[in-house]
């Protein structure tokens, strides 16, 4: 079991650009939760996808969209790309409910110029 | 508005002794805190929990200890080991209606020293 898996490590993008990032959940797990993580900063959650329909989400602006697919993988879509959306992103999948076996991704690193 | 935080950006600790790491939260709702041990280049990894009934949890070489009337909690390492240099977040669950989600500390980096 290759674990959570994000694609891909690094991303240099520019201002006003548009950016996908993608995720595959743990073998097994069908909730998917996106993470930005600043430099210096904890993880803030951006929003949560289970059964394909996003269900809950963090204050983030509508510029962060997100997809689950059939095979519960997911994309992180950013829009309009500003210097500040510059971090690690990061994917943690989970079976169900419980959080402590939640496990998370190695994470994207975006720089955008 | 920082609910969850960790004043320590780093810790520098000798190998065999005991390494403490603080966490304070605001938000008196948080009923459910958790400690996740990251490494470069890797996600966090799920170390210990405590519920807000408990104020100690133990596993192993790790122990939370947690004062609600102080809204504090701390995670004990003894004896520290080498492979216990990584960078530690404490983690806290605000529940919804019908979910949850994590509000984290800024974290803190243990070095523990030979």
């Known amino acids: 079991d290759a674990g959570v898996t994000q694609s891909p490590t690094h991303l240099i993008k520019t201002r006003g650009q548009q950016v996908t990032l993608r995720c595959s959940p743990k073998?097994?797990?069908?909730?998917v939760s996106w993470y930005q993580q600043a430099l210096g900063q904890g993880p803030q959650f951006i929003f949560q996808y289970y059964e394909e329909e996003e269900r809950q989400r963090g204050n983030f602006p509508d510029r962060f969209s997100g997809h689950q697919f059939p095979n519960y993988s997911s994309e992180l879509n950013v829009n309009a790309l500003l210097l500040g959306d510059s971090a690690l992103y990061l994917c943690?999948?989970?079976?169900?409910?419980?959080?402590?076996?939640?496990?998370f991704g190695p994470g994207t690193r975006l720089l955008v110029l | 508005d920082q609910q969850v935080k960790q004043n320590s950006p780093s810790l520098s600790v000798q190998e065999g002794r005991i390494s403490i790491l603080n966490c304070d939260y605001t938000?008196?709702?948080?009923?459910?805190f958790l400690w996740y041990k990251k490494y470069p280049a890797e996600g966090p990894t799920f170390l210990i929990s405590?519920?807000?009934i408990k104020d100690k949890n133990e596993d192993g070489r790790f122990t939370v200890f947690l004062n609600k009337s102080a809204k504090h909690l701390s995670l004990h390492i003894v004896p520290s080991q080498p492979g216990d240099s990584a960078v530690y977040f404490c983690a806290a669950i605000l529940r919804g209606d019908s979910n949850y989600q994590l509000i984290w500390g800024a974290g803190t980096k243990l070095i523990i020293k030979p």
């Open positions: 073998s097994g797990h069908d909730t």
């Open positions: 405590i519920s807000s």
């Open positions: 938000n008196s709702m948080f009923d459910y």
């Open positions: 943690a999948s989970r079976p169900g409910f419980s959080i402590e076996t939640q496990y």
